[in-house]
């Protein structure tokens, strides 16, 4: 059995879950996620513990089983504290700027790069090269993030580009002038 599915998901006094057959609501006080689980897998709610239960024994359905407890969890924890990404722009000129929902990136391109930030994400930039990104989805938080980094990944010589705070940059040396 999946050790994380066996797991029970705590629900705290201020979130509400319904459980609809495969399909979960959970309203919190940030906001309201909903989803459809696979129809192999049961969830059980009780006293404010949710209980994920396999209908069958097959090695794929209890792999599903960790993942499901894994997602509903997460939307637990989204709607009642938000979750956040953040991102470090490296580089001389190198410089973000956000107007409503569009961020723009100067990146070394020759014209700025506009990014759309999703509905259900809001973002703010601090000093011109830090990008804070926020949402009670998880899922969308962390798309966004690895698509905003895609627009200059960090390279392994100087490190510039866009990386997350939390990420190290193996570096590289660079050719050695010959004698």
């Given at each position: 059995m999946s050790r994380i599915g066996n797991q029970p998901i705590i629900v705290p006094s201020a979130v509400k879950v319904e459980i609809n057959g495969t399909h979960v609501k959970v309203i919190g006080p940030k906001g309201t996620l909903e989803r459809v689980i696979r129809p192999e897998i049961e969830l059980e709610q009780a006293d404010g513990i949710i209980k994920v239960k396999c209908l069958d024994n097959s090695k794929r359905t209890r792999a599903f089983s960790g993942l499901t407890r894994t997602l509903v969890n997460n939307m637990i924890v989204g709607?009642?504290?938000?979750?956040?990404?953040?991102?470090?722009?490296?580089?001389?000129?190198?410089?973000?700027?956000?107007?409503?929902?569009?961020?723009?990136?100067?990146?070394?391109?020759?014209?700025?790069?506009?990014?759309?930030?999703?509905?259900?994400?809001?973002?703010s930039v601090d000093k011109a090269n830090a990008i804070t990104l926020e949402s009670i989805d998880?899922?969308?938080?962390?798309?966004?993030?690895?698509?905003?980094?895609?627009v200059r990944k960090p390279e392994p010589y100087k490190g510039k580009g866009i990386r997350y705070v939390d990420e190290h940059i193996v570096r590289k040396a660079g050719k050695t002038v010959a004698k």
């Open positions: 709607t009642e504290t938000m979750f956040q990404k953040k991102l470090v722009i490296e580089g001389v000129g190198y410089k973000a700027d956000i107007q409503g929902n569009s961020l723009t990136l100067n990146v070394g391109y020759s014209n700025p790069v506009i990014f759309q930030i999703p509905d259900g994400v809001s973002g998880k899922e969308k938080v962390g798309l966004t993030a690895a698509n905003i980094r895609s």
